[in-house]
Every structure is written in structure tokens, then in C-alpha cells.
T-cell receptor, first 114, second 115 residues
Framework: DTGVSQNPRHKITKRGQNVTFRCDPI?????LYWYRQTLGQGPEFLTY????????KSRLLSDRFSAERPKGSFSTLEIQRTEQGDSAMYLC????????????FGQGTRLTVV | AQSVTQLDSQVPVFEEAPVELRCNYS??????LFWYVQYPNQGLQLLLK??????LVESINGFEAEFNKSQTSFHLRKPSVHISDTAEYFC?????????????FGKGTHLIIQP
């Protein structure tokens, strides 16, 4: 297993377009997290799944943001009608069980909205 | 809700010198504490964590951090740094309630090792 994988690594899109990012967690990990990181800031928590259940989504930045984990394995994060302010690094992490276990992060998807 | 303050955005230090990266947190509940490291072009990696028990925790590469409840701090230290320690370091907290709020991160400290 090579760790948490995120695709694409980079995405450039025009304002108003929809984008979707994919995260493949470590295979036995039941928890999956999405974070956003802007320049000069630490990662900001967006949402998380335990298996296929999305247990926290109130921190998603707006109703343009949505995430799924349909079979409890990979996850997608979609941003509809992108805005320039959505430009950021989007990070995915996975863990086995509670947060007191180590969360493994992917290398992220860098989104640029032009 | 929790918050994390890393007062130093950059810390330059000479190779083989000691270093301390400061982290203070605010929370109305008990928390777990973490330090993550991000090397250039790599993802975040857990460096060390405090869950309970001994307030001094150590990593395998010589870093240590001490939980100080009265000062709400979790400063990271290393007695002698190497060029390979150049990275961004993030302090983070989570509540004990099952992780529903995820990890709350500080803004990060860029450790710059000068030869």
C-alpha cells in the first residue's frame, strides 16, 4: 500500500465551472477526512466519513461544496460554480478508528480558479 | 471549539543548534495534541502526539514536546537540528469526543536550517 492517493495533483479551472477531486485512502482505514489549506494557513477541516457515512459536514464552506464516499472506500469532493476564492490546496486524510490514531495525509490537489 | 496559535511563522537556526517551536492552544474541553511535519513536496506526516500519561513525548528523530496544561502549551524542541529538519511544522488539537470536529491546526512554522 502506497498511502493516501489524491487525483489530480493540480487542477486549473475557469470561474463558474464544476470540479471534482478524488481521494483513495489507505485500504483498511475506515475514517476519511477532507481539509482545505490556503497559502500561509494551516489545514482547515471540511468534513469526514466513517465508512460510507458522512458524520460531519457542517464545516463545508458553502452549499457549493459536497463530498461522497459511496462504498466506504474512495471519496470525491465536488465544488460547483467555482469562484476565485476557492483556489487552495485540498487535502485528504485517512485513519483507522478514532483521531487519537495517526491520520495519514495525501499530497493534496492544488486548485487554481482563473 | 478549539484554536491553535503558532506565534512564529519562520524560525531560522544554524545546523546543530537547539530549536523550540512554540504552540499554544485554546479549548473549553480536554484535547489531544499533535505535531505534524510537512517536508517540501510531501504530505503532512505525524511527528508526535500527546494523548494522556507522561507530559513529555518524543519522536524517533530526536524531537520532543511537552504538554503544559496550566500554560495551555505544547512546544516542540530539538537539542540539535540537521539540514534534513528543514520543513513546515504544524501544531494541531482535537477534542476527545470522537473527532467530529477533525483536527484544528495552527498556521504552521517554517523551520529553516542554516549551514
Amino acid at each position: 500500500d502506497t498511502g493516501v492517493s489524491q487525483n489530480p495533483r493540480h487542477k486549473i479551472t475557469k470561474r463558474g465551472q464544476n470540479v471534482t477531486f478524488r481521494c483513495d485512502p489507505i485500504s483498511e482505514h475506515n475514517r476519511l477526512y477532507w481539509y482545505r489549506q490556503t497559502l500561509g494557513q494551516g489545514p482547515e477541516f471540511l468534513t469526514y466519513f466513517q465508512n460510507e457515512a458522512q458524520l460531519e459536514k457542517s464545516r463545508l464552506l458553502s452549499d457549493r461544496f459536497s463530498a461522497e464516499r459511496p462504498k466506504g472506500s474512495f471519496s470525491t469532493l465536488e465544488i460547483q460554480r467555482t469562484e476565485q476564492g476557492d483556489s487552495a490546496m485540498y487535502l485528504c486524510a485517512s485513519s483507522l478508528g478514532h483521531l487519537n490514531t495517526e491520520a495519514f495525509f495525501g499530497q493534496g490537489t492544488r486548485l487554481t480558479v482563473v | 471549539a478549539q484554536s491553535v496559535t503558532q506565534l512564529d511563522s519562520q524560525v531560522p537556526v544554524f545546523e546543530e543548534a537547539p530549536v523550540e517551536l512554540r504552540c499554544n492552544y485554546s479549548s473549553s474541553v480536554s484535547v489531544y495534541l499533535f505535531w505534524y511535519v510537512q517536508y517540501p513536496n510531501q504530505g503532512l506526516q505525524l511527528l508526535l502526539k500527546y494523548l494522556s500519561g507522561s507530559t513529555l513525548v518524543e519522536s524517533i528523530n530526536g524531537f520532543e514536546a511537552e504538554f503544559n496544561k496550566s500554560q495551555t502549551s505544547f512546544h516542540l524542541r530539538k537539542p540539535s537540528v540537521h539540514i534534513s529538519d528543514t520543513a513546515e511544522y504544524f501544531c494541531a488539537v482535537s477534542d476527545l469526543g470522537g473527532g467530529a470536529d477533525g483536527l484544528t491546526f495552527g498556521k504552521g512554522t517554517h523551520l529553516i536550517i542554516q549551514p
